[in-house]
């Protein structure tokens, strides 16, 4: 979700696109429609043959109910901890955990919808899976797909409306400020209530480069059947490694309607976006910004603009074709922890955050999940666990439960260092309010090759002098 139109906005590292005014203008807007509901599917499609399927949601929670907190982050605010302003996009709405905006409608379907509250201020929600290493195997393929429909407004009451499913590479969690280079694919983005789907891909550098940033490689079509907005759409990207040059493919309801090729990237940018450990997945109902101004000419949302219309989710699914072995989910847990061999800790298992073995500033608390916590971290505390053993062969990112009650504008990074904790950082990523002091929240964050015996430290960073974090435990995931 991070191209701009053609009028450019002057961009601040971006997040997700926005794009293709050119295409935009050349098709007209979409009849007026009157408020449709279609039910869900009862479950997720089984794949065809020689398909397998790595991951999915359904959304058949109970109505009212936030989605699976074991595949899905909740991201709150006007940006990440650290990151651009406005998400990177312009956009003016505030991401909120409530189920005002983001919840299961008890019929098989998620709802995030935006509302305008009697001062003229926009909410909606945003997630992104938990999961961060959806890529296809070697030589083989990877297909993303959602079956959704857009916000049901079209017209002058549009204004501004912009829901998308889409992929940023894993590198950008924890960083966001690597975008474009690290990849993102917009499976589906819709702005302004028009009867056409957009797909693109952003890489390389920004602006220009590879893939004409802000805009990003993109197309647009009108949506087959019935309109965007009156009823479910099947969204599909294809990652194609099994043919030369290696393609990326655009679906709606089986239409192909957009391809790029390894060739138009040329192979530095697209092994730059390739080469890292995968993608995670994105849904969100943004407000304004950059892409629907765009199209429109002219600020969004407007004094038109309707408060309160839901883009709905059937379900998300990642499935996999060829290529090698079926590669082992992601746990969303940790697995239990077991008895350390000679005197060491399994950096794989479940490490205790309060079974320190030194400590600078830290302190120790009940934990409403059971057991304790370590509490009031901020910038400089840090604490230190002995001989925690990685093995041969080092891990891919690592896991950590954690939870804020931080005044708003109050962040920091968790972050991980070897041996010393003053030494480079192997990885980190950023927290922000979570929800309360014991609202937790797993986090992923990756982190560089470590292999052997060490002394881990977790060490904390803020730009400000207040308490921005606990700690209830850590894990490495290979």
Known sequence: ???????????????????????????????????????????????????????????????????????????????????????????????????????????????????????????SARIETVRTDFKPPSGGVLAIEGRIQMPNVTGAQAAGYWPAFWALGAPYRGNYQNWPGIGEIDVMENVNGLNQVWGALHCGVAPGGPCNEFSGLGATRVCPGSACQAAFHTYRTEWDTSVSPQQLRWYVDGQLFHTVTQTQVGATYWAQMTGHGGYFLLLNVAMGGSFPDGVAGAVTPTGSTVSGRPMLVDYVAVYRRGGGSTPTPTPTTPAPTTPPPSGTVDAYSTIQAEAFSGQNGVAVETCAEGGQNIAALRNGDWARYDNVDFGGSGPRDFLARVASGAAGGVSGLVEVRVDSPTATPIGSFAVANTGGWQSWRSVPGNVSAVTGRHTVYLTFSSGQPADFVNVNWFTFRR
């Open 1 to 123: 979700m991070n191209a701009v139109p053609a009028a450019p906005v002057a961009p601040t590292a971006p997040r997700r696109p926005r794009r293709r005014l050119a295409l935009a203008v050349t098709l007209a807007a979409a009849t007026a429609l009157t408020g449709v509901s279609v039910a869900a599917q009862a479950a997720v499609p089984t794949p065809p043959s020689g398909w397998s399927l790595v991951w999915s949601d359904d959304f058949t929670g109970a109505a009212g109910t936030l989605p699976s907190s074991a595949n899905w982050i909740v991201d709150t605010g006007t940006s990440y901890p650290g990151g651009p302003a406005n998400w990177g996009t312009g956009e003016i709405q505030t991401y909120t955990g409530s189920t005002a905006n983001l919840a299961h409608d008890g019929s098989g379907n998620l709802r995030i919808t935006p509302l305008r509250d009697s001062g003229g201020r926009w909410t």
